[in-house]
């Protein structure tokens, strides 16, 4: 990897882990906070409060990222960025649920995803863009970790409001690499050619795109569910993360090699499987066993699987579609937040009204349908024809 790409890689992957860590601080503690909000003895109310976040994010990545397509990926992320501030200031200046929707709603607004991912693709030569995406999908990985770590704390010592005015100066440092450190370039690498059409119906990215959804989906589900879970088992709610830290950072260990080896012997396929078949094992076993240790086990395994495919999926879109990398990556990114959404909305119901264990088998039935649609996936060519 050259200087430049190193610098951008290590750049875009800062703004994903700002803004990704002001997101990850609330998801350990949002339900049991809940509880003593108006509203909050409602797990389906509770749940689009986590949710609603990815249904306004769907509506935007698709025009967003076309936007960055032609006009530039900086004005736009720096644009997203400051709503997602916005937001963020909103929800924290309430404490009141519906009011912590609506800032969630306009954080929400600023779906840059999909241009930053973009930005990374046009910065980075094709050979080095899956490391450069892991780095990525690394950096979310241990800012998910290091939430984990922090949140309970936060949430003692500064409350929800306070975690929300945090997320608010983490999305002001984003901005700063945004406007400061990522290299001056502004337009992709190859112009847009592609028809929106041909973008979208393409059996590649049609994939890929399903992939994400359900991969979003099962993870804002889980963590809506897994809190109240571990606190029946007897582990309180500030101690969550002796669990959660040691399983993200051994996860990340074997996802490093298990990426690099992929890539160094052309095989993607098998690692992705791998990926699949991780998650939806998690899932059956913290279905079936509700003992401390096999939900320990079940997240290993599920971390294991989830980074893989965080890293693997965004690569695999930007591959397949170079010439329109911003409005692909926008339909993938409003996949993923129609899946944080269901995810949140579908997980609070069925939390609700059949208890947590529905949860982690409805989880499984998605995953298990991903598989069979991913057994269908083709190796990616030495050289990828873009969508036209």
């Not at 992957?13 to 700002?18: C, E, N, S, T, Y």
């Not at 690499?177 to 050619?193: D, G, H, R």
């Not at 965080?310 to 409005?327: C, D, F, I, N």
Request: proline share 4%; with cysteine; hydrophobic share 55%.
């Amino acid at each position: 990897m050259e200087k430049t790409e190193l610098r951008a890689s290590l750049a875009l992957a800062g703004i994903f882990a700002l803004r990704m860590l002001g997101l990850f601080l609330i998801l350990p503690v949002f339900s049991m906070h809940a509880k003593g909000l108006p509203g909050g003895d409602q797990a389906l109310l509770v749940g689009l409060a986590l949710g609603v976040y990815g249904l306004v994010q769907a509506c935007l990545h698709i025009p967003l990222g076309m936007l960055s397509d032609k006009y530039g990926r900086r004005p736009v992320v720096v644009a997203g960025l400051l709503l997602f501030v916005l937001g963020a200031v909103i929800a924290g200046s309430h404490d009141d649920l519906m009011w912590i929707i609506v800032g969630r709603a306009i954080q929400g607004a600023g779906a840059v995803s999909a241009a930053v991912t973009a930005w990374l693709a046009d910065l980075t030569k094709e050979e080095t863009r899956t490391r450069a995406m892991a780095m990525v999908g690394g950096s979310i990985a241990l800012t998910f970790a290091i939430s984990l770590v922090l949140a309970s704390p936060l949430h003692e010592s500064i409350g929800l409001d306070g975690m929300f005015y945090l997320m608010a100066i983490l999305g002001i440092g984003a901005i700063l690499l945004a406007l400061f450190v990522v290299p001056q370039q502004e337009k992709s690498n190859t112009p847009f050619t592609a028809k929106f059409s041909d973008v979208f119906f393409n059996a590649d990215l049609l994939r890929l795109n399903f992939g994400v959804f359900a991969l979003h989906a099962a993870q804002i589900a889980l963590f809506l569910t897994l809190p109240r879970l571990l606190v029946k088992a007897d582990l309180p709610l500030v101690s969550h993360w002796h669990l959660y830290l040691p399983a993200v950072l051994i996860s990340f260990a074997c996802m490093a090699p298990i990426i690099m080896m992929s890539e160094r012997r052309k095989r993607i396929k098998p690692a992705f499987i791998f990926g699949i078949l991780s998650m939806m094992v998690a899932q059956l076993i913290i279905a079936s066993f509700d003992t401390l240790p096999a939900i320990a086990t079940a997240v290993l395994i599920y971390f294991i699987g989830f980074n893989i495919l965080e890293a693997m999926q965004p690569s695999l879109v930007s591959r397949w579609a170079s010439q329109a990398k911003g409005t692909a990556l926008g339909i993938y990114n409003t996949t993923q937040s129609i899946g944080l959404f269901i995810g949140g909305l579908g997980g609070g119901w069925l939390l609700q009204w059949g208890g947590e264990s529905s949860v982690f088998y409805a989880c499984a039935a998605l995953i298990f349908a991903w598989l069979i649609i991913a057994l269908s996936m083709r190796e990616l060519p030495s050289k990828v024809n873009s969508p036209t």
